[in-house]
């Protein structure tokens, strides 16, 4: 259940890297006037991005060391300019000038990071397989700039929320208590750590793995894998059943297609209607389209107290 998250603010993590990163990049090339720098900013953004981009007001501090802030960031799809996908109420980046040099920038905080995906327009079979990543990531380095990295970006206290398909349906909000994805950038892999609160069931969820090369031309074809834990989940907020999930498990693929293999434990798993507490353990195998959420699982096998389901 838990899988189809990791993409969502994975893909909003790179987004908010690249701002950061168009941010550096156009800070130490050009003068620090902030009215251009904020054009430029725009600019920059709009065309990596391929979206719109606002942005109330931007400052760089040279000394002592480089730092540049800024306010009121919002990024929308040209497509969905009706949804902002990524808006930061306030950003720094701070590095010295022989990491710039090199194309490094040292630190990225993001506050008030929000990330708002909609519902996909539509849903097919077509999913990719992961061996038609490499020949996107070949053809993404053929046509990219050089790379700019953010050593480490920290967006602690983010929200991510998906916006139903269905009308009058609640969107579901995660709060991400804490995120930190390190070597951030569009042609390598990103190591990340994030943790967060899951909308449904609830219980936190902690997981580490990485994210990437960002395949421009096909997103689905991103690679993504890593570990993750999921404790305290309340399955009293589904009809009919009770009881405290703990989940373990590991995930590895594209975001078209995600292979998940997990373990649960549920001490107290009761059924409502007049059932006693009973200890049920599973373990599954699951494949994720983390383009849309959908979800099929592929083997289940449960025990029930001592009977195997």
Do not use: C
Request: charged share 25%; no cysteine; net charge neutral.
């Amino acid at each position: 259940m838990s899988m189809r998250r990791r993409w969502r603010w994975a893909i909003g993590v790179t987004l908010a890297g690249l701002l950061a990163a168009g941010v550096v990049l156009v800070g130490y090339r050009v003068p620090l006037s902030s009215d251009r720098l904020r054009r430029e900013v725009v600019e920059t953004l709009s065309e990596r991005l391929e979206s719109q981009v606002e942005l109330a007001s931007i400052e760089v501090h040279p000394f002592p060391r480089v730092r540049v802030t800024g306010q009121g960031l919002v990024i929308r799809h040209r497509r969905r300019p009706d949804v902002p996908l990524i808006a930061v109420d306030r950003f720094t980046v701070a590095g010295d000038l022989l990491g710039l040099l090199r194309k490094h920038v040292a630190h990225v905080t993001l506050e008030g990071l929000a990330i708002t995906i909609p519902p996909g327009e539509r849903d097919d079979d077509d999913t990719p397989n992961r061996a038609a990543a490499p020949a996107a990531t070949a053809k993404g380095r053929r046509g990219s700039r050089s790379e700019l990295v953010l050593d480490e970006l920290v967006a602690d206290g983010a929200t991510l929320t998906v916006l139903p398909r269905e009308a009058g349906k609640r969107p579901r909000v995660w709060q991400l208590h804490a995120l930190r994805v390190e070597r951030v950038g569009l042609l390598q892999a990103m190591p990340f750590r994030a943790v967060l609160t899951n909308a449904v069931p609830p219980g936190q969820i902690d997981t580490t793995g990485s994210f990437g090369p960002w395949q421009v031309d096909e997103p689905r074809l991103t690679p993504v894998n890593g570990d993750f834990t999921f404790r305290n989940a309340d399955l009293g907020v589904f009809k009919g059943i009770a009881g405290t999930l703990d989940a373990e498990g590991t995930y590895d693929g594209t975001l078209g297609r995600i292979e998940a293999d997990g373990r649960t434990t549920t001490p107290d798993f009761t059924v409502t209607s007049g059932g006693h507490p009973l200890p049920l353990k599973t373990t599954y195998r699951a494949i994720v389209d983390g383009s849309n959420g959908n979800t099929t699982l592929e083997r289940v096998e449960a025990m029930l107290a001592d009977t195997p389901i």
